[in-house]
């Protein structure tokens, strides 16, 4: 009986992979279909052993190619890896920042090598099809009267260098976020299953080593004394670092809110609610989170 448990769960399972993998072809949905894609690749990668997974995956990526061609290979393998490496720290017991770490580095690494091969391979080059399609949008909104004046193409450039600057930041954002979501779906589903997976620190507990502090401080004096503009190495970095270090003292905020929030008896609803209105003016209220990492503010909350 277990075992035919077993056998439709890795069925349906495999049915919600290949439904994902088709819904890249549909426009809007294929957003949230890639935000997901590796849920069910990474609980039948935990659940079954390599040959069923390996048959599994030969079925859905099979029939999707029937369907979508060349395409569904191409997005079906990029998910592919990072999953089975999430698979494989769940089946060995790993702790849960070993995995998102694991499947962090993975994605991103991927991500890098998709931008370098498809360049090499397919003639494409996200760096100019950005700098393609701004100068092609600013000059076609110029035409139609609808740029302002002072908007020169000198300002147009800078804009293209930011953005083409910020694709580091945007490539590490994106692969946190892919591996959170299969993280946060595919881990209670497992553990719905019998399976021992480990679980993240509780909110309360986050915490940044105060040496983090020191290093932001650095940051910043380094972006001082750094010209906003041009393509240096060391402008490219700070433009990708602070934002990001911002982002995880936000999280030291968020963590802080919900330790006073337990040690207060507060409503659970009251850290949410902070929390979300720090992710909102994030740069302003990030620094409560350096306050929180640099001070023991949460000694003075905590019961006596």
Known sequence: MNSLKTGLKSILWSVAALLLLLSIAVPGLNTLAAAVMMVPTVILYTMLSKRAFTLHMTAVYGIGVLILGLPALIVGLFFLIPSIVMGHYYRIGASARKVLTATVLTLLAELLLELVMFDVLFDFSLLREIRKMITTTTENLRADGLMPSVWSAEVTETYVQYLIHSIPMAFITVSFLLAVIAHAIAAPALRSSGLSIAKL????EWRLPR????????????????PDKGTSFMTVVLLNLIPLMQIAFTIQAMGLFFYIAHERKWNKAVPVLLSVLVAIFLHPLSLIGVFD???????????S
């Open 211 to 226: 040496i983090f502090v020191f290093y932001y401080l650095i940051a910043l004096l380094a972006d001082l004394i750094t």
């Open 293 to 303: 990492a640099a001070f023991p503010i949460r000694k003075a909350f905590k019961k």
């Open 201 to 204: 620190q509780k909110a309360r």
